[in-house]
């Protein structure tokens, strides 16, 4: 089953001229999400230098018991499930009553949850086609009534600078209720050089996944851009912690946007995205002002990445 509440048209037109009122111009990071740029994020996570997604599925797999019996029965509800590929082991160990996955691909996600069902039969799925950023409740759907558990995999939350991350596990905990766990996995600060490859890959996959973004401008926003006219950068902040990653303007060049002219400098860039790196105690702090405390932790051997199952500050533990 898909319940779509995919942002309206004029949703997408709004976002799009708020994003290019800013400076550097950002738009949100969600639109590079349509069908095409689905497809090729799950490939950026195929390739030797971005090492995320096969470290995270790994811990997932290795630790799916222990992470079970951390987060106890429930509904479970991944934010931004993409293919719906990391949460096999889990929904194996932990048996929810059922799965909701959050997307907001709704091809790419009804593709992803009838995959799913296939695999996990005895858990009912459901696929919300929605922006999760700004959802403020989910559907009064009967599957999701319930003690509810969250699941943020693949360090997206890392996609919002910190106050607006504070905010959306906020919002998490507002969206999932009371006794509600939420299960993180968050990219830890590492050499730099491995961090920028990770986001320059040889192949090219994610200098084509952020070029994709100027299609859908293109499709979807009345755009007139010239992919030609800009290349890819992805690099390190160190003053932010975070990886920036940008379409850089090649000239000076004029577009039309949702019905509204924008004039690019040389070497201006249009930010896709950026990727904040926390360690555990910044990551923690940071949860701690939206309301949730440490239930555990497990890192992979290298301590690049860490999965945090967080609880309400407001309630105790389990076995306190």
Known sequence: MLIDLHPAPADLWRLVLEGMARQPRQLPAWLLYDA???RLFEAIGEQPEYGLTRNETALLGQRATELAEALGPGVLIEFGAGAARKVDPLLAALAPKAYGALDISADHLAQACDALQRRHPTVPV???CCDYSTLTALPPEPLLAGRRLGFYPGSSLGNFDPPEAQRLLGQFRRLLGPESRLLIGIDQPK?????EAAYNDAAGRSAAFAMNLLKRLNRDAAGTFDPAGFRYRAWWQPEQ???A????SRHRQTVQLAGQTWTFAADEPLITEYSYKYD????????AGAGWCS????MDPDHDLCLHVLH????EPAGS
Do not use: H, K, N, T
């Not at 990653?245 to 850089?248: G, H, N, P, R, T």
């Open 36 to 38: 095409e740029g689905s």
């Open 126 to 128: 459901l696929g919300i």
């Open 191 to 195: 050499p730099v050089a491995r961090l």
């Open 241 to 243: 912690s975070r990886i």
């Open 245 to 248: 990653m940008a379409l850089v």
């Open 280 to 287: 555990s105690a910044a990551f923690l702090a940071l949860a």
């Open 295 to 298: 239930a555990g932790r497990w």
């Open 312 to 315: 309400q500050a407001d309630l």
